[in-house]
């Protein structure tokens, strides 16, 4: 089966698993992109997931750039609509339903159940991602200890204050460099 049509079916189920957003199926995706089809290297997907969370617009954006590396721009636009038109159709869909049903009891009990779940997976994503960016054979432990050090830090300043992530993630890229760059 040729990159293009493993892409296409991947980030389509990729795209109709999404619920409450793309980091709820990071572990998947890293599974997908690197353990299974070996599109890019673990490495490569903690630095794309960081690269999609600083752009502007949407944060799942790294989606086209796994796609870039599998197949080229032929990749990239696969994976384009086959992560964001799925889930598109599907949401339109659940919105017209949803509406249609506004009356019924059963929308308040849909939508508590929804959130664990929704939470749980997302509580995945980051714990795929940050078990990536910290615990890695291929670095020293010095360096596994730095980053883990940087997550810690900036999970307990986003837990105790109010702070834009996007400086956070500055500051710890600064400290990184800082501690890291005779690696």
Known sequence: MSDLVRLLNVFCLLSLMAVGGGTAVLPQMQHEAVGENHW???TQFATIYSLGQM???PNMSMVVLIGWQAAGVAGLLV???AFYLPSSFLAYGCSYAWDYFKDNPW???VQR???PITIGLM???VHA???TACINPSHSLHHNLVTAGIGLAVTVILFAKH???ALLMLVGGIVGWFFLRGN
Do not use: D, S, Y
């Open 40 to 42: 890019v290297t673990e």
């Open 79 to 81: 994976t384009l609509v």
């Open 163 to 165: 702070i834009n992530p």
């Open 113 to 115: 159940g929804m959130a």
């Open 107 to 109: 929308r308040e009990a």
């Open 55 to 57: 752009a502007p617009g």
């Open 123 to 125: 509580l995945a994503g």
């Open 129 to 131: 991602v940050g078990k």
